[in-house]
């Protein structure tokens, strides 16, 4: 039985396989008081125990954050490996926010069960008050935030209201 020079042998294929169980590590920590000894040696021992070959090591040391961006390893995104890393990266950046805003939704709506209001709070009827009459007395907006201490943008939303309560009171009586 003749073998087609087109075939690979069995032989061959390990070689190809070995030579595809290269990997690269890459070491992280977030301050400069960390070492990366720790994880060198336990992705070392991974790696060993899976018959991988350590191509390189990539060691962040401490270079985390927006100040020691000149300092981290460049991804090339000219070449497809470059790019697979590059979308690798951002697939995990996405999945890491969605996570981040998922923590910040569930804390705000355990504050919201306790009771917690938030944002700014709203104006006494006193000051209210007090906006709507310099209003009526035909101030403009921002003569009536001098004199109340109120935000000319709250004095617009309130002299808007009082228009939207006037438009009513016509439309009811027509």
Do not use: C
């Amino acid at each position: 039985m003749a073998v087609s020079p087109d075939l690979i042998d069995a032989r061959t294929i390990h070689e190809i396989v070995w030579e595809m169980k290269r990997t690269g590590l890459y070491l992280r920590v977030s301050q400069d008081s960390q070492t990366t000894e720790n994880q060198r040696r336990i992705l070392m021992e991974v790696a060993e125990r899976s018959g991988w070959t350590v191509v390189e090591v990539f060691e962040d040391a401490g270079f985390s954050g927006a100040k020691s961006r000149d300092k981290r390893p460049a991804v090339d995104t000219s070449t497809p490996s470059g790019r697979m890393l590059f979308q690798m990266l951002a697939v995990f950046s996405e999945f890491e926010r969605a996570i981040i805003t998922s923590r910040i939704n569930a804390g705000l709506a355990r504050a919201r069960a306790r009771g917690v209001t938030f944002g700014r709070p709203n104006l006494s009827l006193k000051v209210r008050q007090k906006v709507q009459k310099a209003l009526a007395d035909g101030h403009s907006i921002r003569q009536v935030a001098k004199i109340t201490g109120v935000s000319s943008a709250s004095v617009g939303r309130i002299k808007r209201s009082m228009a939207t309560v006037e438009d009513r009171q016509e439309s009811v009586a027509a």
